[in-house]
């Protein structure tokens, strides 16, 4: 008969602990970062140190998110300069001496802007991107280039320049794109806030997986002059951020008209939606939230639970959900793409228009086999190819039924958004294909769309709703969500890249363990390791031993009782084995029982009785 000992694994380990308590730039919100600022607490330059800290431990190394592409070498400088100001004559607004980062496909004129492909590795425009120039007008310390799908032609986040960044909360899969290193950069706390780029999804879908906010702003509101180009009828250009209050501080800065950008002549006439100003503005008492059926019913039910929680708590505040379909919405989307219309007039003319004279077209690029084979299809595609006019007529003209078909269901039922999952499956593993993003509903539109994070599944994944609004309601979609926001707090860091300690990473933490019981002795070493998400183990039978050891296991005690029922979730050794080592990608709840002294190791053996209590490690 095969009996059973427990032996109890009681580990404590404080995860990022300051023994200083020290102002820490982790999850810090821009609003925490003036506040500090004027106090006294801390400098812009220190700030600078500290986000440089956490990209050093963080981003090369440890998880190795790989999300930054360049340092900007002036960041300590202009934030010194920026200190010196505020001594002098105070902040010029919310975003004086925060340090924020950048897609590498917005223009910088000090620092080279890739698109992340070798093509354009030297590549300096010779003009800033306006909503850049809005920034550093601002006070705003440019602290880094985050990378991106190659020419944002994605949703992976690979590239020729950089390879392939990782998502900070399953590091074996992918951020999201085409703003992907935007995305991981931000929820692992390397600037305050960060910029992206949205032609179909690349700021939604990269929010979504990264457990942020992110908003496509309605078409228009803002210039998306000096950021190269995918397709500039569907490209938009806004921020990434961990609160809505984050997000509402930029979008205040860098909306409005701009006589570079055509697309933006709408905002002569319209007033500044003062987004910060408008967050608590909107009731959730009568609010109408319409369901896209299509978009539920093709979701992946680790997608969907969330996302139905978040539903389900609008509902008990007294909004009203209502089921709607839009009347041939697949093929309105279908006909309405432009990317491959656009893509590479629009490249060639950015090339020529900033400057790039070693690259002056996609076809240079293409013939010298400058890319990554992920966007190898849709370049070569776009090489040689005229534009058919008739065909592209057609696209824009789908674009506007479909606008107006959207726009029906608004006003049919009265709705003040309309609801769907931003992507209707998980992150994927790196290497394979990304389905599932409701990208087209905005991009081919021009309507906004929000991005929030409603929480994270039971794979410890971020779950993005998405809430698509009317034209130029870009802060009612905001002031939409910040209820929500408010009472349920979805934002969770990321737990590989938790707060520094002095400067550092947290250490793996080791457990030795000598175990001898009625004849069954083995030795046994651990290493829990939170910034790559591994449990280490290795076990020795020793010479000694006289029983049969049959199994070596761990279980989490998931109750008060200690009397340890619980099924068992990893076993270290088997029949019949004198030794065995290996490593475990741990859960959400495996970490938390380490944190929290609820592992068990349950050895069970033919000689050995059940034990009376369990043994606690120290």
Known sequence: MIRQILLMCMLSFALGANAQNRFDVFETSIAELQQALEAGQVTSVELVQQYLARISAYDKQGPALNSILRLNPAARDTAAALDAERRRSGPRSSLHGIPILVKD????????????????????????????????????????????????????????????????YDYRRVPGGSSGGTGAAVAASFGAIGLGSDTCGSIRIPAAFNNLFGLRPSKGLSSIYGVMPLSHTQDVAGPLARSLDDLAILLDIVVGYDPNDAATEVMRNTAHPQFQRSLASVPMDGLRLGKLTSAFDNSNMAVLRPIEEALEWYEEQGARLIEIAIPELDTLLLASALIAHEFRVDIDQYLQQFGSDAIASLADIVD????????????????GTERDDAAYAAAVEARTELRLAIEKVFLDHELDAIVYPTVIENQVFIGEPQPGSQCQLAAHSGLPALSMPVGLNGRGLPIGLELLGQQF??????????????????RTAPSVTPALDDGRAPEAQKVELEFDRQGAVFAAGFEFDIVRNLFNYELVIATSNQAEIYAVTVVIDDSDTQELNDPVVLNLLGPEMQAAAGEYFMTRAFREAFVEGRLYLKVFADQLPISGAPQLIQ
């Open 105 to 168: 496909n917005y223009n910088t004129m000090d620092l080279p802007t890739t698109g992340g492909s070798v093509a354009l590795a030297s590549f300096v425009p010779d003009e800033n991107a306006t909503q850049i120039d809005k920034l550093i007008a601002a006070g705003a310390i440019i602290l880094a280039k985050t990378t991106l799908h190659e020419y944002a032609y994605g949703i992976t986040t690979i590239a020729s320049l950089f390879g392939q960044t990782r998502n900070p």
């Open 368 to 383: 010298q086999g400058l890319y990554h084979q992920a966007v190898g299809g849709p370049l070569t595609n776009n090489r």
């Open 473 to 490: 309601q870009d802060a009612e979609l905001l002031a939409m969500a910040y209820p929500y926001e408010q009472a349920q707090r979805p």
